[in-house]
């Protein structure tokens, strides 16, 4: 399964209300995010990308047909930059984006906006300071699987909602955290759910709601890394709900990124690599809205990252062109991060 899906180069053509980004970061995550802006169509264009690691620069070049810069600070004196989108690795995401805000730009931040609370909160007041938007990616919330339990949800068809149970077994070699020296170390990246965990803790925030009380059990098995490959924990949500999360990198295959939710009168599970498949979906009372669409919200993820980024970047270019809802912010960004620390024990 391809981690990385191909972008072929697209012209760089602007036109009247087009939203300009510019990416900063040119690894693993980011042709996910050329092939969403390039699916823009004309509503955005990419017009620029930057690396400090001149072969990645050129690859994305030639990939995107985008002008590439070596640094960040020369790219943000362009002033036909509309969205600066930080894919750089995570214990970056707050100066890059405090860096971008600073020049008068929108910030889009891949998952999570820091790996301290301190230095999101930060990014936040920055973005706040300088009047611009800030955009936390939490793709898998625009999920088509789970935005259909989320209707279920606010349609009352769980009645009580019982317990939330996510388990995501997925592969991360050590060649893959010896790619870079980044991988795997608390200050850079933090470990499996920090890094990976992060999209399903947010999904089941999304949810459930707040979470009141975690206890949780964290391991270093295989991986030669700072930080834990496996790990679990368990959840108390503000509405009395349990919650139970597996995360573990040592699959030799990526095998399932799931949730099931347990409710009074109704039982779903989301499954596939990336929650992008309903495996059950059964209620006490039929509703046949909700349950023919059901049939038809499975869809095919090219990779762990799902499709969830183009649904964002729609969002976005919505949001800045015609004042639509605001994908998901920093306060969304913040909660997750802070759950994930307290699995940590660091707050």
């Keep these: ?160 909602l019982y317990a939330i149970n996510a388990n995501v077994i997925w592969s991360r070699t050590q060649e893959y955290y010896a790619s870079a020296s980044w991988r795997g170390t608390r200050a850079m990246d933090g470990g499996a759910f920090l890094n990976q965990g992060i999209h399903f803790v947010d999904a089941m925030r999304y949810l459930g709601g707040e979470i009141m009380e975690i206890k949780s059990m964290l391991a270093t098995l295989a991986r030669q890394i700072e930080c834990e490959d496996t790990g679990s924990a368990l959840f108390q949500f503000e509405n009395g709900a349990l919650g139970n999360i597996f995360v573990t990198m040592l699959g030799i295959a990526n095998l399932e990124g799931s949730l099931t939710l347990v409710g009074e009168r109704g039982l779903v599970k989301i499954g596939g690599v990336a929650m992008n498949t309903i495996e059950t979906w059964k209620f006490a009372e039929p509703d046949p809205e909700q349950d023919a669409l059901a049939k038809d919200a499975n869809y095919h993820a090219a990779s762990v990252y799902g499709n969830g980024h183009k649904a964002f970047y729609r969002q976005v270019v919505d949001h800045l062109r015609h004042g639509g809802p605001a994908p998901t912010g920093s306060q969304q960004g913040l909660r997750t991060i802070e759950a994930i620390l307290r699995i940590y024990g660091e707050v």
């Design 1 to 160: 399964m391809s981690e990385e899906p191909q972008t072929p180069p697209f012209p760089i053509e602007p036109k009247k209300e087009t939203v300009a980004f510019a990416v900063v970061g040119c690894g693993r995550v980011s042709p996910t995010h050329f092939n969403a802006i390039r699916d823009l169509g004309s509503a955005g264009q990419l017009v620029a990308v930057c690396d400090n690691d001149p072969d990645t620069l050129r690859k994305a070049v030639e990939r995107t047909g985008a002008d590439g810069f070596e640094s960040l600070e020369e790219m943000l004196r362009r002033d036909d930059i509309d969205v600066v989108c930080v894919c750089t690795p995570s214990g970056c995401h707050a100066a890059h984006g405090i860096l971008a805000a600073k020049a008068g730009k929108h910030v889009l931040v891949e998952k999570p906006m820091d790996v301290s609370l301190e230095a999101a909160r930060e990014l936040e007041q920055t973005c706040a300071n300088e009047g611009v938007k800030l955009f936390v990616v939490k793709q898998n919330r625009l999920n088509s699987t789970v935005e259909l339990a989320k209707a279920a949800l606010d349609k009352g068809r769980f009645g009580k």
